[in-house]
């Protein structure tokens, strides 16, 4: 599966931005999605994913409650919504697509070592 992100940019402190990863090759149903972010150096982080089949999804204590994840199994699509935005939360984000099926319903992946597939990051900044 290809992943390519979008929906990135420059917001201010408390505002929004919705971002996309559209896929190819692979209908996203059939991958454990999570989307990552990076901040200069830093290492990569999980932020949130959402799992095939039952769409149960987990996010990072940091996020929690100011971002939501989704698929739109018809738009073969990604989206992270981010709400609430921080200086903080400046990085470079990734989706990325794990092809394994963990068979307890409300596991969630939080290791990017597991995700086997990225896209090339699209940049959030988050002026104070």
């Known amino acids: 599966v290809q992943l390519v992100e979008s929906g990135g940019g420059l917001v201010q402190a408390g505002g929004s931005l919705r971002l996309s990863c559209a896929a190819s090759?692979?209908?996203?149903?059939?991958?454990?999605m999570g989307w990552f972010r990076q901040a200069p150096g830093k290492e990569r982080e999980f932020v949130a994913a959402?799992?095939?089949?039952?769409?149960?999804?987990g996010y990072a204590d940091s996020v929690k409650g100011r971002f939501t994840i989704s698929r739109d199994n018809a738009k073969n699509t990604l989206y992270l919504q981010m709400n609430s935005l921080k200086p903080e939360d400046t990085a470079a984000y990734y989706c990325?697509?794990?092809?394994?099926?963990?068979?307890?319903?409300?596991?969630?992946?939080?290791?990017?070592?597991?995700?086997?597939?990225w896209g090339q990051g699209t940049l959030v900044t988050v002026s104070s």
């Open positions: 990325a697509a794990d092809p394994t099926y963990y068979y307890s319903a409300t596991y969630i992946q939080r290791s990017s070592q597991s995700y086997q597939y």
């Open positions: 090759g692979r209908t996203l149903n059939n991958y454990h």
């Open positions: 959402i799992r095939q089949t039952n769409d149960y999804t």
